[in-house]
């Protein structure tokens, strides 16, 4: 079965490129991005890392810790770490977990249980290893997406979609299509016109169903 929204993340033991970790302990009372990979040493995941390496004082603003998954070694992902330095001219200064037994990824359902990887192996091998995971402080799965082995993924969109979902969360609205910051938020059905206005005073009605108020 896959994992599922809701669902509390699998926990496990692994080593990183900073050292073993437990990963609900590691994990905290922060929130945390697991991203994961099919290969070091490969282009698009090169500038990913390289994106996520430059975005470190994003992250740390939103209280989250950011965790990479490459079905490499230890070492392979510290020599990684410095092409992907040269690449994008940030450090990775986040943990990289060392997946070559495939654990980690059938744990979070990337790959079939039987999956192995052979000698001479390619990232074809692994190529469903391209997820994203935003998971609460309640270890509870937030959002998830796979992409493709061909198509680098965006993370300002990944950045946005944990500003929404931190938002959501503390303030239990809802976030339109393409919202950023600053911008108005949607009431949920489940709350009345009274209550409504009790709680975030004046409104707009759109549709009966669809009313949109700024935060305050």
Same mark, same amino acid.
């Given at each position: 079965?896959?994992?599922?929204?809701? &669902?509390?993340?699998? =926990?496990?033991? &692994?080593?990183?490129?900073?050292?073993?970790?437990?990963?609900?302990?590691?994990?905290? =009372?922060?929130?945390?991005?697991?991203?994961?990979?099919?290969?070091?040493?490969?282009?698009?995941?090169?500038? @990913?890392?390289?994106?996520?390496?430059?975005?470190?004082? @994003?992250?740390?603003?939103?209280?989250? !810790?950011?965790?990479?998954?490459?079905?490499?070694?230890? @070492? *392979?992902?510290?020599?990684?770490?410095?092409?992907? !330095?040269?690449?994008?001219?940030? =450090?990775?200064?986040?943990?990289?977990? &060392?997946?070559?037994?495939?654990?980690?990824?059938?744990?979070? *359902?990337?790959?079939?249980?039987?999956?192995?990887?052979?000698?001479?192996?390619?990232?074809?091998?692994?190529?469903?290893?391209?997820?994203?995971?935003?998971?609460?402080?309640? !270890?509870?799965?937030?959002?998830?997406?796979?992409?493709?082995?061909?198509?680098?993924?965006?993370?300002? @969109?990944?950045?946005?979609?944990?500003? #929404?979902?931190?938002?959501?969360?503390?303030?239990?609205? #809802?976030?339109?299509? *393409?919202?950023?910051?600053?911008?108005?938020?949607?009431?949920?059905?489940?709350?009345? *016109?009274?209550?409504?206005?009790?709680?975030?005073?004046?409104?707009?009605?759109?549709?009966?169903?669809?009313? !949109?108020?700024?935060?305050?």
């Amino acid at each position: 079965m896959s994992l599922r929204i809701n &669902a509390v993340v699998p =926990d496990f033991k &692994a080593e990183t490129s900073q050292g073993p970790i437990q990963f609900h302990e590691w994990i905290g =009372d922060s929130w945390a991005i697991l991203f994961s990979h099919p290969k070091d040493f490969t282009p698009v995941c090169t500038t @990913e890392f390289g994106a996520v390496a430059t975005l470190s004082e @994003e992250w740390k603003k939103r209280g989250t !810790k950011v965790i990479g998954v490459s079905v490499d070694g230890v @070492e *392979d992902h510290k020599r990684w770490g410095t092409d992907i !330095k040269n690449a994008s001219g940030s =450090d990775v200064d986040f943990p990289i977990i &060392a997946d070559d037994s495939l654990t980690v990824s059938k744990l979070f *359902d990337m790959l079939p249980e039987d999956a192995y990887l052979p000698d001479g192996r390619t990232p074809a091998d692994s190529a469903t290893v391209r997820s994203v995971f935003i998971i609460g402080p309640d !270890k509870q799965l937030k959002l998830s997406m796979t992409y493709p082995m061909t198509v680098g993924r965006n993370f300002a @969109e990944i950045l946005r979609a944990l500003d #929404a979902l931190q938002t959501t969360t503390k303030h239990g609205v #809802a976030t339109p299509a *393409d919202w950023m910051v600053g911008q108005d938020v949607i009431i949920p059905p489940s709350v009345s *016109d009274e209550d409504a206005k009790q709680k975030y005073g004046e409104y707009e009605t759109i549709l009966p169903y669809l009313r !949109k108020t700024p935060l305050r």
